[in-house]
Structures are given as C-alpha cells and as structure tokens.
C-alpha cells in the first residue's frame, strides 16, 4: 500500500538533490594526493573515501573498490568516523546502482559508527537514512532520523542542516496529504534559505511550494512559485 507513497516521495527527493562535485580534475588531484601518501594512515583513509564519493555515480565498480579499501584500512587503524564514511559510499552507491532497500543496513550502520566517532558526519548519515526510510515508505521511521538529525544540527548551530530536516519532512507531509504543515515548513526553509544565500536550496523550496499548492488546485499560486 505504500507504493504510491514512494514513488511520490522519491519524485520530490530527486528534485530536492543537486550534483555537487566537479569529476575530472577532482578525481586527478586525489589520486595524485592518495600517490603521496607514504603510510597507511587517516589520510589515506579519507582520500580514498573521497574518491569513492566522487565517482560512485560514474562507475560504480571504482567505487566500490575506494570505499573497500578505505574501509578495510580504517577498521585497521579503528578510525571510527573513517569506517562510518566507507559504510555511508558503500550506501550511496548501493542506492544509485541497485536500490534503496540494500543500501539500508549501510546507512544504519554508517550512523552506527558515527555515534562511537563522536557524531563526526552524522547529520549527513541520518540525512541518508532518513531519505531512504521515506523513498521505501518506512515513514515513522523517517521521521524519528529527521527529528534526530534536526536536534543534532540546532545542537551544533548548523543552520544549513537544520533546515534540509524541515524540507525532508515536509516531503513527508506532501505525501501524506497534510499540506498545510507542508507549506508552513517549505515557507520557513524559503525564508531562512534566503537570508543564509543558499540559492539551490532557495529555488527547491520555491518548486516545492509551487507543486503543493499543483496539488491542491490552486493553479495562480501554484504558478506564481514556479515563475
């Protein structure tokens, strides 16, 4: 019964995603900084995850490869954080190539470990867990990770974070049906977005806006955000 619900979702979490890494060149300065790397040490295990981050989309057999190697290392040297960001390719990867129910465990245990390192990384982890629990319908349980999340960043004053939170559970209650909670929380991350100059999240929420008010019939206001 909730498929409706998740191809629902996984529309607007598609929408809300923009790429943010530059392949080539990025890919050619790791690589020449992971050659330089003479011992088998924290580094290394964080340039090989940043490898695999960056190409896991393009080739996910490199991919794999970086995020193994640099998870194999870290467990040597019980890099804690090390091991919650190899988990947290390992699921991204898994959700981009295969799909979203195999990638679960690794988010999971990604936050896992991310709790035993001190939190390092953990709003990005529970951000992932979160939008993987809401792409396959497990909703409370989606929930409960953005609330989790949302509590860490206010803790930690990351405002940025804080308000991705909001705009995931509002995807949450668009799919729901309960709209006014929907708008209340895109008009805060609307506001807020633009006072911080994050234009990419700034233009989503605007879309947001503007496809939940599509949905209610109200075709002038609908139209007035898209525009």
């Not at 190409?55 to 640099?70: G, H, L, M, Q, R």
């Not at 309960?178 to 506001?191: K, S």
Request: one cysteine or more; hydrophobic letters at 40%.
């Amino acid at each position: 019964m909730y498929k409706p619900f998740c191809l629902f979702c996984s529309f607007f979490l598609m929408a809300s995603i923009t790429g943010v890494f530059g392949q080539n060149s990025t890919v050619d300065s790791l690589v020449k900084a992971l050659s330089e790397q003479k011992f088998e040490n924290k580094t290394k295990v964080n340039l090989l995850n940043q490898l695999a981050i960056t190409v896991y989309k393009e080739d996910s057999t490199k991919a794999y490869k970086y995020a193994d190697d640099a998870l194999n290392l870290a467990k040597l040297l019980d890099y804690k954080h090390g091991i919650a960001e190899s988990l947290w390719v390992f699921g991204k990867t898994v959700a981009y190539h295969q799909s979203n129910l195999y990638a679960l465990p690794y988010f999971q245990n990604a936050v896992r470990y991310s709790e035993l390192s001190g939190n390092e990384g953990y709003a990005k982890y529970l951000s992932s867990l979160g939008n993987t629990y809401t792409t396959l319908g497990f909703v409370d349980s989606a929930l409960v990770t953005y609330d989790r999340g949302f509590a860490l960043a206010s803790k930690q004053d990351d405002k940025i974070a804080m308000l991705r939170f909001i705009a995931n559970r509002c995807i949450i209650y668009t799919g729901k049906g309960e709209f006014e909670q929907a708008l209340q929380g895109y008009r805060h991350v609307l506001e807020d977005s633009h006072d911080l100059g994050e234009q990419n999240m700034e233009s989503s929420a605007l879309n947001n806006i503007g496809r939940v008010y599509q949905f209610l019939g109200i075709y002038p206001q609908s139209l007035y955000y898209y525009i």
